[in-house]
């Protein structure tokens, strides 16, 4: 019954649709016509609009019907009205819109009526032999044909209304999907206009790819330069001034040598940092799951973690996941004033996804400088996605999803 009451709601709304469609094509029409004496080339910016509206509200119908999303193609939305209008004119999309609306103008209102039809003899099938017992035997009754005895009453209507439920059942809502399915392949990007938004989508990516790139040299250089490096000097000049020392002064000499150890542990560990921040040594010795449940134990929220069994993936794929959950556990603890969080890492349908969840005060935003445009990029480098839900009061839910492909 549900799938009928889809059906029937589709093709029955779609009657107004068609209605809408057909006045939308004709004001088209009319508009290309008068352009040709420069009057309607005012109107058709409106009619060209008026076009794009009935065609997302079509794609939103077939979305419903179908269950599925249909993207629309990306259209020119900045400039001036003639701009957009160059633009719309020279985009494959409003030709199939328009295509598919004409066909839409003539086949929905008969749709419409045809299914209204069949519910009113589904529905007047159970209802005339009541009425041919109510009212008076010398009173005329048709149901598509006359009535004139009840074995025509209790044969013809329930013979027709068994039909019409039939026809319910199942022809409606097939050819309904089918209707829907035609409206997505007109709607459906072109391979061009695919390739075109590949294109821009990996140029954008890989220019997020490079900066997050330029981002980790600045800051190595700067770790190094600031911190590793001083240490190498100081130890230099320390073991420098002791070799001068060590006939005059061996105490002295001695001290200077001990600093310069302690210089030299302290360079180390500073090395071990930056190698660390390039690719954590952990994922390669535990993996993913148990550099997830590091940084979780690390965090001073305390964390529900639910890891399910991962497939070894490729190192930068293992390293984004990473350094991901790293910064929002990193967010959670200096921003977030949250009293606990949970933290789910799981592999399904070619996909790693990573759900960080927090009791926070929420607000978190790009722009904030939370670490967000970093993991936004990063992400995007791996053709990855990312989702943040982050009201005022809370919770604030970051989900990433990084093809297991990458």
């Not at 209102?109 to 005339?128: K, N, Q, R, S, T």
């Not at 497939?311 to 790293?326: D, G, I, M, N």
Request: proline fraction near 6%; charge should be positive.
């Amino acid at each position: 019954m549900r799938r009928v009451w889809f059906a029937t709601t589709y093709l029955v709304t779609g009657g107004a649709t068609a209605a809408a469609s057909a006045a939308a094509i004709g004001a088209l029409a009319v508009a290309l016509a008068l352009s040709f004496v420069l009057v309607g080339v005012a109107l058709l910016t409106p009619a060209v609009r008026a076009l794009k509206a009935l065609a997302d509200l079509e794609r939103r119908r077939a979305h419903r019907l179908l269950r599925t999303p249909i993207r629309a193609e990306p259209r020119a939305s900045d400039g001036t009205p003639i701009a957009r209008l160059r633009a719309a004119t020279g985009d494959p999309a409003t030709y199939r819109s328009a295509a598919w609306l004409t066909v839409h103008a003539i086949a929905g209102v008969p749709l419409a009526a045809g299914v209204l039809l069949l519910w009113l003899f589904a529905l007047g099938g159970l209802i005339v032999p009541l009425m041919w017992w109510a009212v008076p035997v010398e009173a005329p009754l048709t149901f598509v044909v006359p009535i004139t005895s009840w074995v025509e009453a209790l044969l013809v209507p329930p013979l027709l209304a068994l039909a019409a439920l039939i026809l319910l059942r199942w022809a409606v809502p097939a050819f309904s999907v089918r209707y829907a399915l035609a409206a997505t392949a007109a709607f459906a990007p072109s391979s061009r206009s695919r390739l075109e938004r590949r294109v821009t989508e990996l140029t954008a990516t890989r220019a997020g790819a490079l900066d997050v790139h330029a981002a980790e040299l600045r800051r190595i250089e700067r770790d190094l330069h600031d911190g590793t490096q001083a240490r190498l000097v100081a130890i230099a000049i320390h073991l420098g001034v002791a070799q001068n020392q060590r006939a005059a002064d061996p105490a002295l000499a001695d001290q200077l040598v001990d600093r310069a150890r302690t210089n030299v542990e302290a360079a180390l560990t500073e090395l071990r940092a930056v190698v660390r921040g390039i690719y954590p040594p952990i994922l390669a010795d535990r993996g993913l799951p148990g550099a997830v449940h590091a940084l979780a134990a690390d965090c001073p929220v305390p964390l529900t973690v639910r890891v399910t069994p991962l497939q070894r993936l490729p190192a930068a794929l293992e390293s984004a996941a990473y350094f991901v959950v790293a910064e929002a556990l990193a967010n959670i603890a200096r921003h977030s004033r949250a009293t606990g969080g949970d933290l789910r890492v799981e592999q399904r349908a070619g996909q790693l996804v990573v759900n960080v969840t927090d009791d926070g005060v929420g607000g978190a935003q790009t722009s904030t400088g939370t670490g967000l445009t970093g993991i936004r990029r990063r992400v995007a480098a791996l053709d990855g996605r990312v989702e943040l839900s982050s009201p005022v009061g809370g919770p604030t839910v970051l989900r990433v999803e990084l093809p297991c492909a990458s």
